[in-house]
């Protein structure tokens, strides 16, 4: 076998986590290699990974129940102003962010789920403004929207909508400005001679590292890369697509919305205001109740899972949904894209030593915000070879 050329760390992914991670490792002077596919053109004959940023809108907020995903978040929006001035590349645009959910003064479903008043006191805690607002406020300040009796609301008013794409291509440009070296492939093996990891891609090339960073999402068990799988699930998520002519009629904020009708769930998910996509349209974002509900476990059933667009059902209920929300409102025709999310056991990224020169980072369902943190905090870890932040290792420890 050739030797290949050799890094001080190569980075498996080139994701929100992998790009983020490669640009603080280079800024810290390694020398970097970071592998990944570029997005798929289709998805219709879809084969191998996918990835869940593939999309054009995140929130970007501190509306988020646990405090370190806020947290995580936090320091991530305090370096995009760097970032976008390093890279050229806008990846943010100023929103106001809107958690509905049921009023649990009476004993309401729902508090586990968004606990409106550990939201208000984790915005506190961080320094963020946001408001609650009750269900007479709901209806004052968004007068066009129509939410279920009895839900009441936190708004964040300085939030933003982060472009996950936008965001892989300011960090990919970052680090490679600053040294790494960036291969469009995928890692299909990882062995180690002595001191060396060696790499393969599916083309055949060969790489090889002393460290190895492993950034791989919701596929990571299914690479086959790790020596034992982790305590994760991934699933095969729907995101529904419904196109508005003028997005300036639609008048609302970017909304996770709750909503218990006679104490059953009748929505829990995502409702981002317009936003334009690659062909040029625009859409409303809408992401709900099927979210977990497709659980995969190989490879194959990714691509399967890729392969049929998404869950055609939700679209009905997306309308449905919408109709309710916006009355009177047009909108266009809507259609379905795939996407792919994990959860870990902790609901927490993932950011933990596989051995003395493997490092694992996953962000979780909600990361694609915190991205550029939980690299940094990657980074730290591959190189420093011990956890080194304030908030404690436990909390982004790998299960097997």
Same mark, same amino acid.
């Not at 982060?162 to 960036?182: I, S, W, Y």
């Not at 690659?278 to 809408?286: E, L, Q, S, T």
């Given at each position: 076998?050739?030797?290949? +050329?050799?890094?001080?760390?190569?980075?498996?992914?080139?994701?929100?986590?992998?790009?983020?991670?490669?640009?603080?490792?280079?800024?810290?002077?390694?020398?970097?290699?970071?592998?990944?596919? $570029?997005? +798929?053109?289709?998805?219709?004959?879809?084969?191998?990974?996918?990835?869940?940023?593939?999309?054009?809108?995140?929130?970007?907020?501190?509306?988020?129940?646990?405090?370190?995903?806020?947290?995580?978040?936090?320091?991530?929006?305090?370096?995009?102003?760097?970032?976008?001035?390093?890279?050229?590349?806008?990846?943010?645009?100023?929103?106001?962010?809107?958690?509905?959910?049921?009023?649990?003064?009476?004993?309401?479903?729902?508090?586990?789920?968004?606990?409106? $008043?550990?939201?208000?006191?984790?915005?506190?805690?961080?320094?963020?403004?946001?408001?609650?607002?009750?269900? $007479?406020?709901?209806?004052?300040?968004?007068?066009?929207?129509?939410?279920?009796?009895?839900?009441?609301?936190?708004?964040?008013?300085?939030?933003?909508?982060?472009?996950?794409?936008?965001?892989?291509?300011?960090? &990919?440009?970052?680090?490679?400005?600053?040294?790494?070296? &960036?291969?469009?492939?995928?890692?299909?093996? !990882?062995?180690?001679?002595?001191?060396?990891?060696? &790499?393969?891609?599916?083309?055949?090339?060969?790489?090889?590292?002393?460290?190895?960073?492993?950034?791989?999402?919701?596929?990571?068990?299914?690479?086959? &890369?790790?020596?034992? +799988?982790?305590?994760?699930?991934?699933?095969?998520?729907?995101?529904?697509?419904?196109?508005?002519? $003028?997005?300036?009629?639609?008048?609302? +904020?970017?909304?996770?919305?709750?909503?218990?009708? #006679?104490?059953?769930?009748?929505?829990?998910?995502?409702?981002?205001?317009?936003?334009?996509?690659?062909?040029?349209?625009?859409?409303?974002?809408?992401?709900?109740?099927?979210? !977990?509900?497709?659980?995969?476990?190989?490879?194959?059933?990714?691509?399967?899972?890729?392969?049929?667009?998404?869950?055609?059902? #939700?679209?009905?209920?997306?309308?449905?949904?919408?109709?309710?929300?916006?009355?009177?409102?047009?909108?266009?025709?809507?259609?379905?894209?795939?996407?792919?999310?994990?959860?870990?056991?902790?609901?927490?990224?993932?950011? #933990?030593?596989?051995?003395?020169?493997?490092?694992?980072?996953?962000?979780?369902?909600?990361?694609?915000?915190?991205?550029?943190?939980?690299?940094?905090?990657?980074?730290?870890?591959?190189?420093?070879?011990?956890?080194?932040?304030?908030?404690?290792?436990?909390?982004?420890?790998?299960?097997?």
């Amino acid at each position: 076998m050739p030797p290949g +050329p050799r890094f001080d760390v190569a980075v498996v992914g080139a994701g929100p986590i992998g790009s983020a991670t490669a640009r603080h490792l280079a800024d810290r002077g390694a020398s970097v290699l970071v592998v990944g596919p $570029d997005e +798929p053109a289709t998805f219709e004959d879809h084969q191998g990974v996918w990835a869940g940023y593939y999309d054009q809108g995140r929130l970007a907020h501190v509306l988020e129940v646990p405090l370190v995903t806020s947290l995580l978040a936090t320091r991530s929006l305090r370096r995009f102003a760097e970032l976008r001035e390093r890279s050229g590349v806008e990846f943010t645009t100023p929103t106001q962010s809107l958690s509905v959910l049921p009023d649990v003064a009476d004993g309401a479903p729902g508090a586990e789920w968004f606990d409106r $008043d550990r939201l208000l006191r984790n915005a506190e805690d961080l320094g963020v403004a946001v408001f609650a607002l009750s269900e $007479d406020d709901l209806r004052s300040d968004y007068p066009r929207l129509s939410f279920a009796p009895g839900h009441v609301g936190v708004v964040q008013r300085d939030a933003h909508i982060l472009n996950p794409r936008e965001l892989v291509r300011a960090e &990919l440009g970052a680090a490679v400005a600053a040294g790494a070296t &960036l291969v469009r492939d995928e890692v299909v093996s !990882l062995d180690r001679q002595g001191d060396d990891a060696v &790499l393969t891609g599916r083309s055949g090339e060969v790489w090889r590292a002393d460290r190895v960073v492993m950034a791989t999402g919701a596929a990571t068990n299914m690479t086959g &890369l790790l020596p034992r +799988p982790l305590q994760m699930q991934t699933f095969g998520a729907t995101v529904v697509l419904v196109e508005v002519d $003028d997005p300036s009629t639609v008048d609302m +904020p970017a909304m996770m919305y709750l909503k218990f009708v #006679d104490g059953r769930l009748g929505f829990g998910g995502i409702v981002m205001s317009p936003l334009r996509y690659p062909d040029g349209r625009w859409y409303i974002k809408v992401s709900g109740n099927s979210l !977990l509900g497709n659980p995969l476990a190989t490879a194959d059933e990714i691509a399967a899972w890729v392969r049929t667009g998404g869950r055609g059902e #939700d679209i009905d209920d997306t309308l449905a949904l919408l109709a309710e929300l916006m009355p009177g409102q047009q909108f266009g025709s809507a259609h379905t894209r795939p996407c792919l999310v994990c959860e870990t056991p902790s609901g927490l990224p993932v950011i #933990d030593r596989v051995d003395d020169r493997t490092v694992v980072a996953i962000e979780g369902e909600r990361g694609a915000m915190a991205a550029d943190e939980i690299g940094r905090l990657t980074a730290d870890l591959t190189i420093a070879g011990r956890w080194n932040d304030g908030l404690p290792h436990e909390v982004f420890r790998a299960q097997w």
